[in-house]
Nanobody, 117 residues
């Protein structure tokens, strides 16, 4: 199983980005999916999570109201729409998959998001 993130880049404060994560798996629709981020010198933190069918989502307090996680099971893809970006959102963003049938977790390689003027 491979997870490939894209959509990162440099954006000004107040701007928006949409991250995508494509998962190479025949059982993507059974995976819970998360986005994490890690800023320089800090621990990796959970940003957002979504259930396998997409009916339940959860967000870190620091991104609530600004970020939206969604998924398209027909495209094996999970998204993170990030609005009203702040410099403190600067980090490497990682896609994470949890296979609850085999109790295996998978990580993407990360995509850099830099918020700066």
């Amino acid at each position: 199983v491979q997870l490939v993130e894209s959509g990162g880049g440099l954006v000004q404060p107040g701007g928006s980005l949409r991250l995508s994560c494509v998962v190479s798996s025949f059982t993507f629709s059974s995976y819970a999916m998360n986005w994490y981020r890690q800023a320089p010198g800090k621990e990796r933190e959970l940003v957002a999570e979504i259930s396998s069918a997409g009916g339940w989502t959860n967000y870190a307090d620091v991104v609530k109201g600004r970020f939206t996680i969604s998924r398209d099971n027909a495209k094996n893809t999970v998204y993170l729409q990030m609005n009203s970006l702040k410099p403190e959102d600067t980090a490497v963003y990682f896609c994470y998959a949890w296979d609850s049938y085999s109790y295996v977790e998978y990580w993407g390689q990360g995509t850099q998001v830099t918020v700066s003027s």
